[in-house]
């Protein structure tokens, strides 16, 4: 992360320097969850959403930004259980879907969304 941010500092122009610091903030949250430390996951989520925000603004013709969005949006679900970023994950992914802009590999996308949305709603 120390790495990414340094390159994305040297190279501020550069989307991948800053996607490479969103991925690595989500690979962090990803450890911190997996060691039970929620509010650590939870705030690198949230950095890492925010950046994959900026980045699909600046560049909304890109699939890859708006999926990185979905995917970002996704782990905050699973750290917050709020089903608000499950319902905004939706609302990009089937948009995409109906835009014919999911790749084959991303395809169950939708449907593990909705999945993901009905599970929230069972008490």
Same mark, same amino acid.
């Given at each position: 992360? @120390?790495?990414?941010? +340094? /390159? $994305?500092? =040297? *190279? %501020?122009?550069?989307? #991948?320097?800053? !996607?490479?610091?969103? &991925?690595?903030?989500?690979?962090?949250?990803?450890?911190?969850?997996?060691?039970?430390?929620?509010?650590?996951?939870?705030?690198?989520?949230?950095?890492?959403? @925010?950046?994959?925000? +900026? /980045? $699909?603004? =600046? *560049? %909304?013709?890109?699939? #890859?930004?708006? !999926?990185?969005?979905? &995917?970002?949006?996704?782990?905050?679900?699973?750290?917050?259980?709020?089903?608000?970023?499950?319902?905004?994950?939706?609302?990009?992914?089937?948009?995409?879907?109906?835009?014919?802009?999911?790749?084959?590999?991303?395809?169950?996308?939708?449907?593990?969304?909705? !999945?993901?949305?009905?599970?929230?709603?069972?008490?």
């Amino acid at each position: 992360l @120390e790495l990414a941010r +340094a /390159l $994305s500092a =040297s *190279n %501020p122009e550069s989307a #991948a320097a800053r !996607r490479d610091v969103s &991925v690595s903030l989500e690979r962090l949250g990803d450890v911190s969850r997996q060691a039970g430390d929620l509010a650590a996951a939870r705030s690198a989520y949230e950095e890492s959403l @925010e950046l994959a925000r +900026a /980045l $699909s603004a =600046s *560049n %909304p013709e890109s699939a #890859a930004a708006r !999926r990185d969005v979905i &995917v970002s949006l996704d782990k905050m679900g699973q750290v917050t259980d709020e089903a608000s970023y499950w319902r905004e994950a939706l609302g990009i992914a089937e948009a995409m879907e109906a835009a014919g802009q999911l790749s084959p590999a991303d395809a169950f996308i939708p449907d593990y969304l909705r !999945r993901r949305l009905s599970e929230a709603a069972t008490p």
